[in-house]
């Protein structure tokens, strides 16, 4: 059973515009999110987390938001660059060190 | 300073056979954990060792063992290979935080 859904397996967006990427999760126990960001050829490469006690954590271009109620979570980029071009996976921690992973957007950005 | 290494980076076996993958955790880093990433898929959890000790272990075959050894690296073994290992299999090592450092991945075909 799936409980963490990325339902959107793919994105383009302009350079410079916004990359907004979606996540759901199912499991009320989750109290830890972390977005990926993987390249080909390589392993992922953490890219920003949030604690289940905010609703928001901007680190640069990057800025995660959380939905409790809705279980849902986002990442916006902005301004999207060329070198944001990889697999975005959405990942959730229900405090047993085992991350449970949703499929990945696959994002590209158009010069 | 050292990142998370795997080895080998990629290796063909044939149904039946054995497979040893190898991890070495970054350095002051005493929990490794193994993904399986099948193409299209996130990656999915098979085992956490920390301090040597089987911390968790995801829904796979008894087939899949891993080990940790006293310098903390970590060796995942499956045997009786069939087409469906056919993966890229990820070693991850944390501080004993939600957030995993993931190695390069050991790409496995199976024939």
């Known amino acids: 059973d799936q409980q963490v859904k990325q339902n959107s397996p793919s994105l383009s967006v302009q350079e410079g515009r916004i990359s907004i990427l979606n996540c759901d999760y199912t499991?009320?126990?989750?109290?830890?999110f972390l977005w990926y960001k993987k390249y080909p050829a390589e392993g992922p490469t953490f890219l920003i987390s949030i604690s289940s006690i905010k609703d928001k954590n901007e680190d640069g271009r990057f800025t995660v938001f959380l939905n409790k109620s809705a279980k849902h979570l986002s990442l916006h980029i902005v301004p999207s660059q060329p070198g944001d071009s990889a697999v975005y996976f959405c990942a959730a921690d229900a405090n047993d060190y085992k991350l449970s992973f949703g499929a990945g957007t696959t994002v590209t950005v158009r010069a | 300073d050292a990142g998370v290494t795997q080895s080998p980076t990629h290796l063909i076996k044939t149904r039946g056979q054995h497979v040893t993958l190898r991890c070495s955790p970054i350095s002051g880093h005493k929990s490794v954990s193994w993904y399986q990433q099948v193409l299209g898929q996130g990656p999915q959890f098979i085992f956490q060792?920390?301090?040597?000790?089987?911390?968790g272990r995801g829904n796979f075959p008894d087939r899949f063992s891993a080990r940790q050894f006293p310098n903390y690296s970590s060796e995942l073994n499956v045997n009786a290979l069939l087409l469906g290992d056919s993966a890229l299999y990820l070693c991850?090592?944390?501080?004993?935080?939600?957030?995993?450092?993931f190695g390069e991945g050991s790409r496995l075909t199976v024939l």
């Open positions: 060792y920390y301090e040597k000790e089987e911390r």
């Open positions: 499991n009320s126990m989750f109290d830890y």
């Open positions: 991850a090592s944390n501080a004993n935080t939600g957030e995993l450092f």
